[in-house]
């Protein structure tokens, strides 16, 4: 995945490069982050300590029963749940992590309904904060995201899905739940102003002389050497990049992954700019995931890092008042399982197999 993202995208899928990239990158193979769900289910983290919250009766096709203080409730059915598992499923890494382990499917299932459990909550408290999503703010959110990750042909976005397999409606209920989840933070913490003081820190520990990276992601050696001699002959990767990468969350940034560092990146990559950190173009190296065309670029000054570093710093602060809105939430709602599925966590907001 690449280290940089517009803010919140995340449901438009496609390959990602493996870094230490922040929580929701731009375009993931998996529309609400999969990598997010994935980490604790190979890590093994199975008790998350004692389970609280009540049974729904599963023949009423409920998953899950979220309630708020005034009696209101939503719910999670069956189907919202296997749909949204089945968007997931779909992605090879999550499919090769079941068939390797047994564990995994169970996980992953209970960590899908806890992320769709979150959303039922902010569903029902954005409306305390006059906070609303129409379809026609989705229509737009989702005109948005199709261009910025598909370009500007007016078939791309139903070529995506005829070819992805995805269901148009599971695609416009993630879009639905990202685009709520930013009205609500601008809602919680508008415009905050990352302090210079912190911005100057970021700078020195994240960007100062580290080179930068970008990189095309082909699927062959002989695609990558081709784009390897249209950059050398002058042609902008900024142009080559939304074009032709296989790494959507890097391309809608016209290739571009930010400052290197050792150990973000698969090590074929991480070799290859250790070898050649000073600026240029370097020879198309393979990974797992294909063949990457990088180039390196002189570090970053202050100046031009900083108004990147701000923006990530002011939606980390966002994203900090959002999780702890939610932890409230979860104490002053009720939330009932199909006992089938597990048992309800309201102090981690997870669900226990």
């Known amino acids: 995945m690449s280290p940089t993202r517009p803010r919140h995208r995340a ?11 922040p929580r929701r990158p731009h375009l993931r193979p998996l529309l609400l982050g999969a990598g997010a769900l994935l980490v604790p289910v190979l890590a093994g983290c199975s008790a998350v300590g004692p389970a609280v919250g009540t049974a729904v009766d599963p023949a009423a096709g409920a998953a899950a029963r979220v309630g708020d203080p005034a009696g209101v409730h939503l719910v999670v059915t069956h189907e919202d749940l296997q749909r949204r598992l089945a968007t997931l499923e779909a992605d090879p890494d999550v499919a090769a992590a079941m068939a390797q382990d047994d564990g995994v499917a169970e996980r992953l299932a209970a960590d899908t309904l806890a992320q769709l459990v979150q959303a039922r909550l902010v569903d029902l408290a954005a409306a305390d904060l006059d ?16 261009a910025d990750a598909l370009g500007d042909d007016p078939d791309a976005w139903q070529t995506f899905l005829a070819s ?4 148009e409606e599971e695609v416009r209920q993630q879009l639905a739940e990202d685009h709520l989840r930013e009205r609500v933070e601008d809602a919680l913490l508008p415009a905050p102003r990352p302090d210079p003081a912190d911005v100057a820190r970021a700078y020195d520990e994240g960007w100062r002389d580290r080179p930068l990276v970008a990189h095309v992601l082909l699927a062959e050696q002989e695609q990558a050497e081709e784009v390897h001699a249209r950059l050398a002959g002058g ?3 900024a142009e080559i990049a939304p074009a032709l990468s296989l ?10 992954l930010g400052p290197w560092t050792k150990g973000q990146y698969v090590a074929s990559f991480d070799e290859a700019v250790e070898r050649h950190p000073e600026p240029g173009l370097l020879d198309p190296v ?5 063949w990457h065309v990088i180039e390196v670029s002189a570090p970053a000054s202050a100046e031009a890092a900083g108004p990147g570093i701000e ?12 999780d702890a809105w939610v932890t409230d939430l979860r104490d002053s709602h009720d939330v009932e399982l199909d006992p089938a599925l597990g048992r309800w966590d309201a102090a981690t907001g997870r669900v226990q197999p």
């Open 164 to 167: 992805s397999g995805y269901k």
């Open 311 to 322: 923006a990530s710093l002011a939606e980390r602060a966002q994203d900090e008042a959002f």
């Open 286 to 290: 393979a990974s797992p995931f294909g």
């Open 235 to 237: 042609e902008p990767m």
């Open 131 to 146: 906070v609303r999503v129409s379809e026609a703010d989705v229509d737009r959110h989702l005109d948005q995201v199709a």
């Open 11 to 21: 449901p438009v899928p496609g390959p990602v490069l493996p870094t230490a990239a």
């Open 247 to 256: 790494d959507t969350a890097s391309a809608a940034q016209g290739g571009e």
